[in-house]
């Protein structure tokens, strides 16, 4: 009997290869992209698998298990050196404290509402609000909601700065009889940081804050409540105190043009102050109040004048200390007076009427700033 010829494929074929196990390319695949712990599950079960059913594989399973412990040690020595430093800054999740008020939040705040922060702390960095009828016990009261007036990408002082500017304007204009305010109000702000500003948060909300008092009523005196005429002494006289306050920060010695500037805008806000009150010297009740504090006025400007023109610092220190000794504190309280106004001089007026150690030319409100950067919630 013949042996039969030995067994050829058909032509086409070759040899048969076993299958390339899925488990050994998906261990390279996912420990390199993106979880390195379920690439080490993968490369063992390849290994197992190419040993049981003979597939192809064996040093894809290998390269992927090794890269997969590998990555797996970067991410747990990575969570073990930054893991402390994120958890620490994003801090424990904070759950409103209960107090007065509806909870709100700082965008539906609007001019005339009044609100509460837990423990009446106004300068906490992003306090929870909650908003309450303004008849009733309350932290502080909103006089402005708007964006900041700012261009380009400021730092975080100049947003400061900027902001206290700004809400000093809208508190004179929300409570326009500045010295009705109760001596425990200040003024706050809530605005962004240089980094928040980049983030595109340009909001910034101003208040009179009473924490420190079981204040209840509103503070609001503008030209809505107000007549027309102590609408227009109340515009000049803060006007005025709004110039006065805004005096150049820099030393006298070394920044003479920037004081002589000052001077000029002090002369000025003076001229408007001085029209009105020309304006009803010759008017029944108010007239010999304005005719007094007139001639003061029209004295000063004279020394403001002088100042402005100075070449020297010691020369501008002299028109300076002139100007503040031309006018006096009982005139401008018998002429609020005779237009119905608070008499009660503010602390701040007391305590810093006018100086020329340089700094702020009034040494007033300035003094009594408080400020909070971020957001509320």
């Not at 509460?116 to 009828?133: A, C, K, M, Q, S």
């Not at 380009?152 to 900027?162: D, R, V």
């Not at 980094?195 to 005196?221: A, M, N, Y």
């Not at 503008?222 to 609408?231: F, I, K």
Request: net charge negative; aromatic share 6%; proline share 7%.
């Amino acid at each position: 009997m013949s042996t039969p010829p030995p067994y050829r494929p058909p032509m086409g074929q070759g040899p048969f290869r076993p299958a390339l196990n899925g488990f050994a390319l998906a261990s390279l695949l996912v420990g390199l992209l993106c979880l390195p712990p379920l690439g080490i599950v993968f490369g063992v079960v390849a290994l197992v698998q190419i040993a049981r059913k003979g597939e192809r594989g064996r040093a894809l399973a290998v390269v992927g298990l090794v890269v997969s412990v590998a990555m797996t040690a970067v991410l747990v020595l990575g969570a073990g050196r930054y893991g402390g430093t994120v958890l620490g800054r994003l801090g424990p999740a904070r759950e409103p404290v209960r107090v007065e008020g509806e909870l709100t939040g700082i965008d539906e705040l609007r001019a005339g509402d009044c609100f509460n922060v837990p423990g009446g702390d106004l300068l906490e960095e992003d306090p929870f609000i909650y908003r309450i009828d303004c008849g009733r016990v309350h932290d502080a009261e909103v006089t402005s909601t708007s964006p900041l007036a700012l261009t380009g990408s400021p730092g975080t002082t100049k947003l400061k700065e900027a902001a206290a500017q700004a809400c000093w304007k809208a508190q004179d204009a929300y409570a326009m009889d500045t010295w009705a305010l109760p001596p425990y109000a200040e003024m706050f702000y809530f605005a962004p940081t240089g980094e928040t500003w980049r983030d595109g948060d340009h909001g910034l909300l101003c208040v009179i804050g009473t924490p420190d008092r079981e204040h209840r009523g509103s503070l609001r005196k503008d030209s809505g409540t107000l007549t027309a005429d102590q609408v227009a002494l109340l515009g000049v006289l803060n006007g005025t105190d709004q110039v006065l306050g805004d005096g150049p920060r820099r030393e006298l010695g070394v920044a003479l043009a920037e004081y002589r500037s000052w001077a000029r805008e002090v002369d000025g806000a003076l001229g408007a102050e001085a029209g009105l009150l020309r304006g009803v010297v010759s008017r029944p009740g108010v007239g010999p109040a304005a005719q007094a504090l007139l001639k003061e006025v029209e004295a000063a400007r004279e020394q403001w004048q002088r100042a402005a023109r100075a070449g020297k610092p010691e020369e501008f220190r002299r028109a300076w200390d002139a100007a503040l000794g031309a006018t006096t504190i009982d005139t401008e309280k018998s002429l609020r007076g005779a237009y119905g106004l608070s008499t009660r001089v503010p602390d701040w007026l007391e305590e810093f009427p006018g100086d020329s150690d340089g700094g702020s030319g009034s040494g007033s409100r300035s003094e009594s700033v408080g400020y909070t950067v971020g957001n509320a919630r």
